[in-house]
C-alpha cells in the first residue's frame, strides 16, 4: 500500500473516528492483500509508511467477501466485478484478509 493510500486511512480514521471507517480491499493476490490488511489494521509491517507502528484496529475486507458482496448492487457487481471473480480466487483472496481481520481487527461492522 502506498503511502498517501496510508495517510488517506489514517486521517479518514482520525477524522471519523476507527469504529467508523472500514477497509475493502480489491487486491488480485492473497499475499498482497494480507500485507494491505495489516497495514490498515496492525499498522505497517515495513515500517516505511504513515501507518507504521500505528495500529488502527479497522476491520478490513475484501471485495470478494461474502459480507461485503451481499451489501453491492447485483447489476454494479455484474458489470464491475464478476469477470475478475472468474479470473482469481475469491475465496482465497477472502480468506487471506479474512484471517488477518480475525487476527488484528478491534472493531466490527
Known sequence: MDLQNQQRIKDAAEKFGAENVVVILGSSD???????AE????????????????????PVYHIFDGDIRNECDPAAWEEQISMMEMVLDPDALAA?????????SKHSV
Do not use: C, H, M, W
Open 96 to 104: 487471506a484478509v479474512k484471517g488477518i481481520r480475525d487476527q488484528f
Open 39 to 58: 497495514t490498515v489494521s496492525n499498522g505497517d509491517p515495513t515500517y516505511a509508511g504513515p501507518l507504521a507502528g500505528v495500529s488502527l484496529g479497522l
Open 30 to 36: 492473497a499475499e498482497g492483500a494480507e500485507i494491505y
